[in-house]
Structures are given as C-alpha cells and as structure tokens.
C-alpha cells in the first residue's frame, strides 16, 4: 500500500545560494504527484515539504542526501507526518 504522506526535511551544509531550491523543485516533479515546497530558512538550512504518496517522498528524500545535489549537503534531518494538503504543486519559497 502505497498511502500519502508528509515529509518534512531540514538540509543543512552549502545549500543557499547554489540553485538548491530549484532543483529540488524539479526532481520532485520529476517524480511526479509530489506538493509541497522548499523554503531557505534564516540559519543557512533548506526546508523541504512534500505530501504524496510514499515511495515519491522518500525518492526524493534518497535524492537529498545522495550528494548529486547542488552546493554541498552535510546531513538531512527528516520527520514524517499524515499530509495537511492545500499546495498547489510544488514551489519555491
């Protein structure tokens, strides 16, 4: 069973300033029927939010820490959660 989550993902390292953002919007439309967004957040660390369906969330999470990413990710702390919906696809904040 395959159900919708959330996950909600705090990268931290080189992650500002680099395209991180973007490209974490476009691998999770890559994955396809992924929401949410990523937002830089005032400590240097990216925040990642995507509600979908499980095995897409956690694609995107393997592609958070597998290095092929923009800059350079020291680590990625993760909590998941039930979705709470109201994104319109996923965006840039």
């Known amino acids: ?3 919708n989550v959330r996950l909600t993902a705090w990268v931290r390292g080189h992650v ?3 395209g991180f953002r ?3 919007r476009e691998n999770a439309l890559r994955i396809g029927a992924l ?3 990523a937002s830089n957040l005032s400590d240097g660390r990216v925040q990642v939010v995507a509600e979908g369906p499980r095995e897409g969330c956690e694609l995107l999470l393997d592609w958070l ?4 990413t923009p800059g350079r990710v020291e680590g990625v702390t ?4 039930d979705p ?3 994104y319109d696809g996923f965006e840039i904040r």
């Open 1 to 3: 069973m395959n159900e």
């Open 65 to 68: 820490r597998a290095g092929d």
């Open 16 to 18: 500002q300033g680099v």
């Open 35 to 37: 929401a949410g967004f």
């Open 78 to 81: 993760e909590i998941w959660g």
């Open 84 to 86: 709470r919906g109201g």
């Open 22 to 24: 973007w490209f974490t």
